[in-house]
């Protein structure tokens, strides 16, 4: 059982990470609408964490001794030159996907889930040295080349959505051609975020040809489309602080359940 002090550090470690400190030193760039409320954010963590968290740990740590945990990479879409949808405010995907992934990174530290993170800055992972083009290009063979020479990892793309029609709205997931645990993976993630939304109906998709990641890699994985940063109101949510926390643990909830059935299956089998 964890102990509450080692608890309350997470929490106030967590709040630290975007507050600078409670006596209002900010460490958090961008407008004044992506900077939480100091004591809100202390509520938030505190719910989030000693509420939400204490399960998904205890389940993920009473795992049988014969499942062994794969490697969780965290991919936040874009990066650097390449900053992917924006919204009509002005929130840009590359940011809001990195926000997310470190939420998401925190959280899984926290349960112990061992992780590795393409990105933790706004850059990209291409070479610098190319074009635009060929260096978007290397970008995403790179990041390929990580997944594939991980062992035993299991791969989970943040992005944002996009489209012309402003009303559309909700997250979808998108999964992997190549192994057939991605499209198990997504519809577990698929399922907690219609928990999230009630009112969100998208069904999962296996990853489209243009989607170079979604076809080529073998392992399990799933391209997270959170929202549309085209629709003025889901935008306005995952701008929120409160929001990229919630879809953070959403991914982690979908992340455990998935392992959880495959754990499940493993020992029937």
């Not at 507050?19 to 004591?39: E, H, W």
């Not at 899984?108 to 800055?121: F, K, N, W, Y």
Request: charged share 20%.
């Amino acid at each position: 059982m964890l102990s509450f002090s080692f608890l309350g550090r997470c929490v106030i470690m967590k709040t630290l990470r975007y507050s600078g400190n409670l006596f209002g030193i900010s460490c958090v760039k961008g407008d004044d609408a992506m900077k939480p409320n100091k004591l809100a954010l202390l509520a938030v963590g505190s719910v989030v964490v000693l509420g939400g968290l204490l399960p998904i740990w205890q389940a993920v740590r009473t795992q049988s001794t014969g499942y062994a945990k794969p490697t969780l990479i965290i991919d936040a879409g874009h990066g650097g030159f390449d900053g992917g949808a924006e919204s009509a405010s002005g929130l840009i995907e590359k940011d809001l996907n990195l926000l997310i992934a470190q939420n998401l990174q925190d959280f899984c530290t926290l349960c112990g889930v061992e992780t590795i993170m393409v990105r933790e800055s706004d850059t990209d992972v291409g070479d610098p040295s190319l074009s635009s083009s060929a260096r978007k290009q290397d970008d995403i063979y790179s990041r390929l080349d990580l997944f594939e020479e991980t062992e035993d990892a299991w791969v989970l793309s943040i992005h944002q959505n996009e489209y012309p029609d402003a009303s559309v709205f909700g997250a979808q997931m998108f999964y992997g051609v190549q192994n057939p645990q991605s499209e198990h993976f997504a519809a577990v993630l698929q399922e907690r975020f219609w928990a999230l939304d009630p009112e969100n109906d998208r069904q999962i998709k296996p990853g489209p040809e243009s989607v170079y990641l979604l076809q080529h890699t073998t392992k399990p994985m799933v391209l997270a489309e959170c929202g549309f940063l085209s629709n003025p109101e889901e935008a306005e949510k995952l701008a929120s602080f409160d929001y990229q926390q919630k879809v953070a643990f959403t991914l982690l909830c979908g992340v455990c359940d998935a392992w959880k059935m495959e754990e499940n299956q493993d020992f029937e089998e």
